[in-house]
């Protein structure tokens, strides 16, 4: 059984950093495509950021320059390095990963997710 589980998140201010994990058990790793994606209140959850097996990245607009999504495949962990932080990057953050090697964007390509981790960015 896939268990992701995140760490990291806070209360913090705008132009804050914050890193959040993601530890992955139960099958091997260094297969799997993960990502990163947020829900705002009201809001539909959206794509954050995603790394390939090989870490072939992928980031929204949103976020490009600001965030950095990376992999640790002998701790079985995935980290997104959120520097510059706004208010809109509120929301619960959630860890997901694919059966793809690569599976970028689109939440249906992912098939294990986490309980997500809150981030609230306020001044």
């Known amino acids: 059984q896939v268990q992701l589980v995140e760490s990291g998140g806070g209360l913090v201010q705008p132009g804050d950093s914050l890193r959040l994990s993601c530890a992955a058990s139960?099958?091997?790793?260094?297969?799997?495509?993960m990502g990163w994606f947020r829900q705002a209140p009201g809001k539909e959850r959206e794509f954050v950021a995603a790394?390939?097996?090989?870490?072939?990245?992928y980031y929204a607009d949103s976020v490009k320059g600001r965030f950095t999504i990376s992999r640790d495949n002998a701790k079985s962990t995935v980290y997104l390095q959120m520097n510059s932080l706004k208010p809109g990057d509120t929301g619960v953050y959630f860890c997901?990963?694919?059966?793809?090697?690569?599976?970028?964007?689109?939440?249906?390509?992912?098939?294990?997710w986490g309980q997500g981790t809150q981030v609230t960015v306020s001044s």
């Open positions: 997901a990963q694919s059966s793809l090697f690569d599976a970028r964007y689109s939440d249906t390509s992912y098939d294990y």
């Open positions: 139960g099958r091997t790793f260094s297969n799997h495509a």
């Open positions: 790394i390939s097996w090989t870490s072939v990245t």
